[in-house]
């Protein structure tokens, strides 16, 4: 098994330019979310999606958009990049949310955006 | 709301123990994470321990419950170089998809 991927590993954005990040998981996962983590910060939820279809907004949704058309993918969209978007992003997946429900984290995606 | 807090720094030195704190606020919180990150990695679950138990071991690793306080300790017996990454404590409040992370913890080994 990969795990998750993610994919790229490091984008230059200019303000106002739009880009998906990527993230896939092969592991048959429910489970898969998006979080940004700022430097000295821990990490902050985006987005989560419960299967295939569904998605729903975590702690800082505002600047993003998910979707959700197959188990395995989970694309983060932003809009109109801002510098506040600057961040390393992570996605992770998790068999459940009862039980231990450990989530399985991707690589993640560094973004600057000047 | 629910908050996890955590010191940033902890320097110790090779072969000593170390012991990580972290307190939350959520009393309902049902499982409590210890998270590793090393430099340029995502985060990788180090150990949990559900919350009627008070202590859980696991070889070098050590995690303390003190669930009247809402404090969580990491204990790394025998500390090495490879232990060096950020440490992030974590609670699941029990609702839907919700992990809450602490800040980090960076770990840092002396000669």
């Known amino acids: 098994n990969a795990g998750v991927t993610q994919t790229p590993k490091f984008r230059i954005l200019k303000i106002g330019q739009s880009m998906t990040l990527q993230c896939a998981q092969d592991m048959n996962h429910n489970y898969m979310y998006w979080y940004r983590q700022d430097p000295g910060m821990g990490l902050k939820l985006i987005y989560y999606s419960v299967g295939a279809g569904i998605t729903d907004k975590g702690e800082v949704p505002n600047g993003y958009n998910v979707s959700r058309s197959t188990t395995e993918d989970f694309p983060l969209r932003l809009e109109l990049a801002a510098p506040s978007q600057t961040s390393v992003y992570f996605c992770a997946s998790s068999r459940q949310t009862s039980g231990s429900g450990e989530q399985y984290f991707g690589p993640g995606t560094r973004l600057t955006v000047t | 709301g629910e908050d996890v807090e955590q010191s940033l720094f902890l320097s110790v030195r090779e072969g000593d123990s170390s012991v990580i704190n972290c307190t939350y606020t959520?009393?309902?919180?049902?499982?409590l994470y210890w998270y590793k990150q090393e430099p340029g990695a995502g985060l990788q679950l180090l150990t949990y321990?559900?919350?009627?138990?008070d202590m859980k071991q696991d070889q070098r690793l050590t995690v303390l419950l003190n669930k009247k306080d809402k404090h969580l300790s990491l204990r790394i017996a025998d500390t090495q170089t490879g232990d060096s990454a950020i440490y992030f404590c974590a609670e699941s409040p029990g609702s839907a998809s919700k992990i809450i992370f602490g800040s980090g913890t960076r770990l840092s080994i002396r000669p």
């Open positions: 321990i559900f919350s009627n138990m």
């Open positions: 959520d009393s309902s919180s049902t499982y």
